[in-house]
């Protein structure tokens, strides 16, 4: 028997609906999946591309930065998007979807370079805070600070020696001296020739000023200092035998000197970090990655950080302004000490009367003695800065168990400038030093020389003249229009930053 089935037409219209609706649902959720898969691209292509990182720049320094370059002369963002794209197509190729790229770009980059070197300042940062911590950076900041203040008095007090030119004006102010003190002499010879004519003086009395045989002569250390002043620095600072490197770079080659390549709509994404915890960290990065006197760099310049605050092109320049600012500080804090030792000041005054009464000027004691307190502390500043240029140390303030050189011995200092000078284990050592001036410079000196030193070193250890810090991305934005199952095309943004 042949069974026959039968539908109403009520059902075959909810059939056809329900139908419609699966089918709808399908097609919505086939959809959602497409473009899930197009994330899914632009993301891998995205992480893929910040995956192929300078890994010399990594090596060398602990920067990340993708070479915008693509290892030519100039940026090249068409290389880069082509790059991205390349990693993005195999992704569109999988399950049974049908995708096909329809046009992209770049919408936005970052360069190392961006925000005056923002971008690069809080790399640096973000390595030395995994490095070393922020507590490490609290403990090195409480160390660099307590230095720092009495640094900066005693630079700006040897500023203020220096400036007077008292040691420099010394021959004027002896002979403005015996000038006064011959007027004075003749002026008591003709009261004197008066007064045995007529028995009976003008009623004024002069200081008294004798023609008395001179005194015994004594050693007068002035002339001698004033004559070692006149030599180089370098030459006095400098242990016997040092060579000083002759490196010299062109400063309109490096990040300073030229214009830069900038970013594109991304610099709102970069917030500057002004804290005092960050600025040590990142000059403790400086003194990890880039060499000095006692440790000279690989390329670029040899004294890195000396660079960097001194902002000269050779080596030798740079050399010299760091003994300067040295010379200056330790100047500043002898001659304090000098002045607050009632004993010393006892020897400096009895040496200045001595000194004025053998030339027969006793108004000119004041002046040599002024000059006496600075030539000795001159002195004792040389001793001290060669010292530090020798590797060791020098306490910070002195005292009387730790003052080297003796008013007397200041005649023939040339020859005790390697005999006379000590180490102090509890002192301050040239690195020290380097701290506390990169500390007391400003926070955009400090980035822009860091940047320059780095480009220049990363140039000649990798063999690299193309390289500029401003071919490097370290952020970048991408759109892409897709379309999916020939039917809708779904634009799709995303970004990717290494920090």
């Not at 053998?358 to 600075?374: D, Q, R, T």
Request: glycine letters at 8%.
């Amino acid at each position: 028997m042949v069974k026959r089935g039968s539908i109403t037409v009520f059902l075959a219209l909810i059939l056809g609906l329900i139908l419609s609706l699966l089918s709808s649902g399908l097609e919505s959720a086939r959809m959602a999946a497409a473009r899930t898969q197009i994330l899914n691209g632009m993301d891998i292509g995205l992480y893929s591309l910040f995956g192929q990182y300078n890994k010399s720049l990594l090596k060398d320094f602990d920067l990340f930065a993708v070479d915008g370059s693509c290892g030519g002369k100039e940026l090249d963002l068409a290389s880069v998007y082509d790059n991205l794209e390349s990693y993005m197509k195999p992704v569109m190729k999988q399950n049974s979807q049908k995708l096909s790229v329809q046009q992209g770009g770049i919408s936005g980059y970052l360069l190392m370079t961006d925000s005056d070197g923002e971008v690069f300042y809080q790399q640096s940062v973000q390595y030395m805070k995994e490095t070393l911590g922020n507590h490490g950076a609290k403990l090195l900041l409480n160390k660099i600070r307590d230095m720092q203040k009495k640094t900066i008095a005693a630079e700006k007090r040897g500023d203020e020696i220096e400036s007077k030119g008292t040691i420099e004006n010394y021959e004027s102010e002896m002979d403005s001296a015996q000038q006064k003190s011959q007027a004075l002499l003749e002026e008591k010879k003709k009261q004197e020739e008066q007064q045995d004519q007529s028995g009976f003086t003008d009623g004024k009395m002069l200081p008294s000023v004798t023609e008395e045989t001179p005194p015994v002569k004594v050693e007068n250390p002035i002339p001698a200092i004033r004559k070692i002043r006149w030599m180089g620095i370098l030459d006095l600072v400098l242990p016997a035998g040092t060579e000083i490197s002759n490196k010299k770079v062109k400063k309109k080659e490096l990040v300073s000197g030229r214009k830069l390549e900038t970013g594109l709509a991304m610099e709102d994404t970069v917030k500057t970090d002004g804290t005092l915890i960050s600025q040590v960290l990142y000059q403790q990065y400086l003194v990890e990655k880039l060499g000095n006197y006692m440790e000279p760099g690989k390329g670029g310049l040899s004294y890195q950080i000396e660079y960097i605050i001194g902002r000269n092109n050779s080596d030798e320049a740079n050399l010299k302004s760091i003994a300067k600012k040295l010379l200056l500080v330790r100047e500043g804090l002898n001659a304090a000490y000098i002045m607050s030792d009632s004993l010393m000041m006892a020897q400096v005054q009895a040496l200045a009367a001595a000194i004025a009464a053998s030339f027969l000027i006793p108004p000119a004691a004041v002046v040599i003695e002024g000059a006496l307190i600075l030539c000795w502390a001159f002195a004792e500043s040389i001793l001290d800065v060669r010292e530090l240029f020798a590797g060791g140390k020098v306490p910070l303030t002195k005292n009387a168990s730790n003052w080297q050189l003796s008013l007397q011995g200041m005649p023939a200092l040339v020859d005790k400038l390697d005999t006379d000078r000590q180490n102090d284990e509890k002192g301050l050592s040239y690195e020290d030093y380097l701290q506390i001036f990169l500390l007391t410079s400003s926070k955009a000196q400090k980035i822009e020389g860091g940047m320059d030193m780095i480009e220049s070193s990363f140039r000649e250890i990798e063999n690299w003249e193309e390289f500029q810090l401003d071919h490097c991305i370290t952020a970048l934005e991408a759109s892409v229009d897709v379309k999916a199952n020939g039917k809708k095309t779904y634009t799709v943004a995303r970004e990717y930053h290494y920090i």
